[in-house]
């Protein structure tokens, strides 16, 4: 037989029976909060503690490219090794001594370079005789405990070429670019304004010319970095384009060659970017493509810029 409750017991009890169970559910909430957040951290943690090898990451890039690896390449490990747990990456042109200090002061110790370490395309050591500055450089490298990659070919394997297309979406004309194409068609405008433009938006200080600034240009020939004289020459005869914009020259070569063709009649213009600024854009490219695929590792591009100042 159940007791009988006054009114006045009757209604502490409901007032007691309310409280009991608001605090359960205040302390259920609590729980699954704390176990939401918990979660959540330990999931944090974990991404931010994953690490990555120089090889999981050089694997990683390869994965992209048609045909990779390739059975020669200069895409070699200048410094280091594949086993090295990486710190940070630092995506350049040229690792500089400059750059090699950055990335030191950083904390990365991971070098994704374009360009030759040491002034050849193989990076012989041994290709102009004893070399001094090859050496101090390799004991820096060393010394610290930084893995250089060169990453050339691949880096123009991808699809589309990541060169090319960061120096276009740089240039602002991605609704002209085709992948594969040298060949892009712009609304016309005189070559003293493209060469600013290209100077603009590209954070160029100077370019060089061959041709007179108010020749209008539509039709340009985009070869970034230094494909040479005859790959310059040989597209200049195939398509003649109003204006062929280059990194470098042999000015033996291709200038002489434009030079020359403007005299004969010929309407090819040339602009010089200059070979580093002319390929960075590709390398910025590159960090935007990792960052994203690597959580919890810090990837930086710093361009290493034009070594030439014009006085």
Not at 119 to 130: F, Q, S, V
Request: net charge neutral; aromatic share 8%.
């Amino acid at each position: 037989m159940k007791p009988v409750l006054s009114h006045n017991n009757a209604h502490q009890y409901l007032n007691d029976r309310r409280a009991f169970i608001s605090n359960m559910l205040k302390a259920s909430l609590a729980s699954a909060f704390v176990f939401s957040v918990g979660h959540a951290q330990a999931q944090l943690f974990s991404t931010a503690n994953k690490s990555y090898t120089v090889g999981d990451i050089m694997d990683m890039v390869l994965k992209e490219i048609p045909g990779a690896p390739f059975s020669k390449t200069v895409d070699t490990l200048k410094s280091g090794n594949r086993e090295m747990v990486v710190t940070g990456i630092l995506t350049t042109m040229f690792a500089t001594v400059d750059i090699i200090q950055q990335a030191i002061k950083s904390g990365a110790n991971f070098i994704i370079a374009h360009e030759p370490t040491f002034y050849n395309h193989t990076d012989d050591l041994k290709w102009a005789g004893a070399n001094h500055i090859v050496d101090q450089k390799l004991e820096l490298l060393e010394k610290n405990k930084i893995t250089v990659w060169r990453l050339h070919d691949y880096l123009h394997s991808f699809v589309p070429d990541s060169v090319s297309y960061g120096v276009v979406k740089g240039a602002g004309w991605l609704s002209y670019y085709k992948t594969g194409q040298r060949l892009i068609t712009i609304p016309s405008i005189s070559l003293g304004n493209l060469a600013k433009h290209l100077k603009d938006k590209l954070g160029i200080a100077q370019v060089r010319v061959i041709g007179e600034l108010t020749h209008a240009c539509e039709r340009i020939a985009l070869m970034p970095g230094a494909s040479g004289g005859q790959s310059h020459i040989s597209i200049v005869e195939k398509e003649q384009p109003d204006v062929l914009v280059v990194g470098e020259v042999h000015e033996w070569e291709t200038a002489e060659y434009i030079r020359d063709t403007l005299q004969l009649g010929g309407k090819t213009a040339l602009i010089v970017l200059g070979h580093s600024v002319s390929e960075e854009p590709g390398l910025e490219w590159l960090q935007q493509w990792l960052q994203p695929r690597l959580a919890g590792l810090k990837v930086q591009h710093i361009a290493s810029g034009n070594p030439f100042r014009f006085v």
